[in-house]
């Protein structure tokens, strides 16, 4: 990836789907600035919708030397950050942000119970053919609006039924 152009590695990146459980060791592959901006445009941890990047550029930081810093690339790993937020179990007592603010934690536990629900709660009507013209309006209307949302397709990977 260090070898692209960076016009194809950001176009690659538009097309990232939300990370689920991905692995806790950093690969590096990507610049620090690719994660950063991954996590801010809300297309891996969609559940931060609300982060807002001009907050944390008037911030400055302190590095350990006390000399303020503005370049938040040098002093956040944000590789590190994203995957340890993208962890299922990333609050729970004995993880690494066990003490986070709860409202966090309950954000994230929201967000991944209506993700389930979506994704495995409506599969028997899908599959009946009965209501495709909503189903598909439905679809329009969520990714119009930014939402990503499994397709049929999808879910006929997860529950292991053949294609239609």
């Not at 176009?11 to 060791?25: E, K, M, Q």
């Not at 941890?45 to 990047?53: K, Q, R, V």
């Not at 030397?65 to 503005?70: A, R, T």
Request: include cysteine; charged fraction near 30%; aromatic fraction near 10%.
């Amino acid at each position: 990836m260090k070898k692209l152009p960076m016009e194809i590695v950001e176009h690659i990146c538009l097309h990232l789907h939300p990370f689920s459980d991905p692995g806790v060791a950093c690969t590096y592959e990507l610049s620090p600035n690719i994660w950063r901006d991954l996590l801010f445009r809300q297309q891996l941890l969609p559940w931060l919708w609300d982060l807002d990047p001009a907050i944390l550029e008037s911030q400055p930081l302190q590095h350990s030397n006390g000399q303020p810093s503005y370049s938040k690339d040098d002093f956040w790993d944000w590789e590190q950050l994203v995957r340890k937020l993208a962890q299922v179990e990333a609050f729970e007592p004995g993880n690494s942000l066990e003490n986070a603010p709860l409202r966090l934690r309950n954000r994230k536990r929201i967000w991944r119970l209506l993700d389930e629900g979506r994704r495995f709660d409506i599969e028997d009507w899908i599959w009946d053919g009965k209501y495709q013209k909503e189903l598909e309006l439905f679809y329009e209307r969520c990714e119009a609006s930014g939402l990503i949302l499994a397709r049929d397709e999808d879910l006929n990977v997860l529950s292991g039924r053949p294609r239609k």
